[in-house]
């Protein structure tokens, strides 16, 4: 900075002028005032006296005195001054001059007068008068002199501190010369950062306001990191240490931390600390290198070098951490043991190489089909584990492992071979087969191999019952792909009653499947996994075409035009076409879209109700009608039922059973009916068993009545047996 544009120069300059004007005029002032004053007091006592000698003369001549000539003349001479020169006059009343010393003054003059009194009648008047020109002179002499003098002053005012400041930037300059340079040259990259705070303290803007050269080529010389927002060109650790220390930098406390500089691939210490107010500044020491080589001794420790998957080591630590989270989250699950069959063939066969390259490329198969947080590993060999966390249903590890072994199934081609792989797997939970990884591990180990005596190509389960579980579930899911071809799927028919008049005013459709092994399974033991397997799309069309053809035959024969309810899954309503499935299914039977009722149920609504919603209900121009199932299970807002013309509600059975003890249930069952009735919506209650049940549903005006107390769901034939004899 240069001094002498600066404000202190100024305010230097500005106040040597004022001391040294002051002095130029106060000086001269003051002496002209005093001698001014001094010179008045004089006039009035020379006047004084001159009265009194008068007053003598008068006294001894009262009537002639004007005429002493002689004796004025003397008492005039004596007022006289040698060193000073004053004219003395007496004038008569009217002015007329009686005696004057007459000397000549030099202009200016000042004077003083006083009257002559004679038994207190005023009878003239004395007047002493002074030339100024003196006094004047002498004033000037002396304002020359201050003003020599205040020249003199305003140079040593101005120079001598202006000396001192400017000797002061200078050492400034020279410090900052000195550590500019140092920080120039320093290894360590060095940048500042300036920060705005919010309302509430934190960080508002971050930006870098300065760099030295070391930091400008950790970005390789990247242009335009000045000025550029610090937690951006930082990264994330950046940004949490520094937010989270603020108050302690704001003490003038250093932090220290390490961090991966986003864009560079370098590891830095770098040491923050705030310098001033609203700036921080970061040393960034390059510690690359050493982090590289302990990441190497790590990997080395806890991965394994041919696959890079974690290896034994690791594992275990991965494995006992997922356990204190399945504790904490009081979640299951499970250990996969996953050993090649025949792998020792291969290695035997074509070499260890060819080995090494099918394990590289299994690892990497196998992990495809895992989520991030679960773990797979090589324990050595052609041994694999997997933990999988956050285990929801069993039904989930057996798809897993099923995933797993299908994953390996494609043929690899190492080499130029096509080798043909498969896996053994074995399955441990927690905590029924065990609650240490040793353990768990143990057991999947023991588990895989009753897969490999079972015949490779397989998954087993520690515990018997869980095998027997999975043995039924994937018997299950391979009997389901085929049931429908093989006709095992049947419908009955549960009918609906209208609660006045007894009638039947509906049938709801639901459908058996009829196993050859297992017998007759109720369809909340194969829905599921129809849904899970997409079969439920063929599936559901079958129940609509059996549905639709069973009723245009049965209005063909006469019988009563009562409603058919489908139940839809919402993996139906989220196929693309489904109001077109059902169209086409209508005119290929020929069936009355009147008669034909389609039930969703709540939950299905709201998760599709921006989606495919709209078109299926589009499908009442038709006349097709619309039921909500299991009312009031699942979802907690109402909103859409004002939104949506829908045409029943199913109270759900759990509302039902205990109606007629429950106070709850009723008020619930009574409010559910009650906001029906006023938006127009006809209701059915479901899972009536008893007359008690019944009268409760009556009483409240409920519209139509579902359950056993009336009667179970029925075969073809006999609820067309039914339907004739209403005819009769
Ligand atoms: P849902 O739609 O709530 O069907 C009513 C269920 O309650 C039926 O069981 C029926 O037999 C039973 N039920 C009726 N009255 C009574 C009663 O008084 N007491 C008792 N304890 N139960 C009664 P089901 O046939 O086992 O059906 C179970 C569920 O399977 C159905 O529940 C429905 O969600 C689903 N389902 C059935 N058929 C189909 C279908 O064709 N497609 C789809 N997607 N789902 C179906
Ligand atoms: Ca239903
Ligand atoms: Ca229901």
Known sequence: MNPANSPIEKLILILAWGLSSLIAVVVPAAFFFVSHQSLKSSLISQTELTVSAVNGIILSNPKMWRFEEVRLSELLERRAMDEVQQVVQITGLSGELIATNSIHLSPPVTEYAREIHDAGAVIGRVTVARSLRPLLQRTAIITAGSIICSALMFFFFRALPLRVVKKAFQTLRESEKKYRSLYEAMNEGMALHHIVLDDRGSIATITVVDINPSFKSMFHERLGIVGSNSFELFGETFREYVSEHLLILGMGETISFELELPGTGNFYNVQAFSPDQGLIATLLEDVTESRKSEQQIQKMAYFDTLTGLPNRALFLDRINQALALADRDEAGLAVLFIDLDRFKNINDTLGHSVGDLLLIEVAQRLGQHLRISDTLARLGGDEFVVVITKLGEQMNVTSIAQKLIDSIQTPFDIKGNELHVSASIGIALYPEDGVTAENLIKHADMAMYSSK????????????????????????????????????????????????????????????????????????????????????????????????????????????????????????????????????????????????????????????????????????????????????????????????????????????????????????????????????????????????????????????????????????????????????
Not at 477 to 498: K, N, S, V
Not at 533 to 557: F, H, N, Q, Y
Not at 694 to 700: D, G, P, S, V, Y
Request: aromatic share 10%.
């Open 453 to 728: 005596e079972s015949g490779r190509n397989a998954y087993s389960f520690f515990s018997p019952a869980m095998n027997q579980k999975a043995i039924m579930r994937m018997e299950k899911e391979t009997g389901l792909r085929h049931a429908l071809e093989r006709g095992e799927f049947f419908i009955e028919l549960q009918p609906i009653i209208c609660a006045v008049t007894g009638t039947v005013a509906a049938a709801e459709a639901l459908v058996r499947w009829q196993h050859p092994v297992h017998g007759r399974i109720p369809p909340n033991d194969f829905i599921f996994l129809a849904e899970e397997t997409g079969l439920i799309l063929p599936l559901g069309e079958w129940v609509l075409r059996t549905v639709c053809s069973t009723m245009k035959t049965w209005s063909d024969a006469g019988l009563p035009l009562i409603r058919f309810c489908v139940n839809v899954s919402s993996r139906q309503i989220e196929q693309q076409n489904f109001p077109e499935v059902v169209r086409s299914v209508l005119l290929e039977t020929g069936a009355n879209a009147a008669q034909l009722e389609i039930e969703l149920t709540e939950s299905c609504l709201v998760t599709n109700f921006d989606g495919s919603i709209p078109d299926i209900f589009g499908m009442r121009d038709w006349g097709v009608t619309i039921a909500i199932d299991d009312f009031g299970t699942g979802y907690s807002s109402l909103g859409y039922i004002k939104t949506l013309p829908i045409d029943h509600i199913k109270i759900d059975k759990s509302f039902v059973d205990e109606i007629s003890t429950n106070f709850q249930d009723q008020a619930i069952v009574e409010a559910i009916i009650a906001m029906s009735q006023k938006l127009g919506i006809r209701n059915i209650a479901e899972g009536v068993e008893t007359r008690e049940q019944l009268e409760f549903l009556q009483k409240q005006g409920c519209g139509e009545i579902q359950g056993y107390y009336f009667h179970r769901p029925l075969s073809l034939e006999a609820f067309e047996t039914l339907l004739r004899e209403q005819v009769e």
